[in-house]
């Protein structure tokens, strides 16, 4: 169409990241631009949960994995580079859905849903946080399994691992608390 910014006619896409095997439930739901590639896609993920992106990563849509390859280092599944390929090439429809895994070592893998694809809202920058629930664990505790068993020792002052572990994470960690705002600041003006 003559006059109109390819920005303003690109869809968003709404999706909805869950860590798996945490209860209660971590979530997001972030929107980005359809046309937002996996890389663009990972760094948005990272940030929308709290990680601080130390680790490796990767996705598992439909069957195929996508990350960076790595020739030395093969466990018998072909990895596609995500760096070139868009979202809306890879999940064109509402209800698709996919992982995204992060930190192998401690391996946390987040549940991602298509949730809805609509028209960008004007004076809207993407990607954006909408919605979430409860504070992204911290870097290497271990999984979903040491994640437990760190709140359990930062809840119970009785044990010997309390002092240790609330020092580890910098003196306090609220497991509820998930600051939306904050993370739409850092997509604003910290990228």
Known sequence: MPGRSVLSVT?????????????????????????????????????????????????????????????????????????????????????????????FGDGWVHDVSVEAIGPREPRTR??????????????DVGGPFGYADFLAAIGDPTSDAHEELLEWVGGEFDPEWVDVDGINDFFEFGS
């Open 126 to 139: 993407y990607p954006r946080v909408i919605a979430g629930g409860r504070a992204c664990p911290p870097e």
């Open 11 to 103: 869809p968003v896409v709404q999706l909805r990241i869950a860590l798996r095997e945490v209860e209660p439930p971590i979530w997001r739901q972030i929107q980005v631009p359809a046309t937002i590639t996996l890389i663009q896609l990972a760094d948005a993920l990272l940030v929308a949960m709290g990680w601080l992106g130390y680790h490796m990563y990767e996705y598992r849509i439909r069957g195929q994995a996508y990350g960076d390859p790595d020739p030395d280092f093969d466990y018998g599944m072909e990895i596609r580079n995500l760096r070139r390929i868009r979202l809306d090439r890879v999940l064109p429809e509402i209800g698709e859905k996919f992982e995204f895994l992060y930190d």
